[in-house]
């Protein structure tokens, strides 16, 4: 699977690529910029064995800045493999380039989205609105940056002033970081956005 993180928030966008990968380097994790990309040493890792005996991933920065000659030959390379691929890129795609990957998942991270109207709509009460903007990002695939930003969001209520009760508030940031071990680790037994929206209406509603 390849995702693509891109957008005019670069600041954001770079955060969210950084927080996905964070666990892949403990493991067989590949991490270059497009200034020393090295199309043998990236074929060799991809048709190569895992060093780890782990499933191997490769992440790389500026894609889209790579020079054409080598990328029309990187993207062919990356299309055929099975392993996980993830493309960060410091300004917003054009369409012409996410289509470059057409089954790829685009993360895209804009200056005024619906992260921030998300995350204005968590206040007591405000289940309703907060739903409808909550399943307008889950239908968008935006699922992991909503769960980063919420970590951070709530974290900073506990630390400063929250309209929440802070025992609740704290139960429900536990049970965030819990879901989302499950989640990566495979061990949810529920859909992952039902779960985050079981979690959150507790505390909102």
Known sequence: MISIFHGDNQVESRQAYLDLIADLSKGDLLHLDSKNVNL?????????????????????????SIPKANLDKLTKMLGQTDINIYLWQDKLLSATQCKIFPKAKLVLSKSENLMYS??????????????????????????????????????????????FDLSILKKTYLQIIELEFQYKSGQLSLPKDIALKRVIANLIK
């Open 40 to 64: 043998d040493a990236i074929n060799n890792y991809l048709n190569g064995p895992s060093i780890f005996g782990n499933h191997k991933a490769l992440a790389i920065d500026n894609f889209f």
């Open 118 to 163: 998300c995350l204005n709509s968590l206040k007591p009460g405000n289940l309703s609105n907060f739903l409808k903007i909550y399943n307008q990002i889950i239908d968008n695939d935006q699922f992991d940056l909503l769960l980063w930003y919420l970590k951070g969001n709530y974290r900073r209520q506990l630390q400063t002033y929250s309209k």
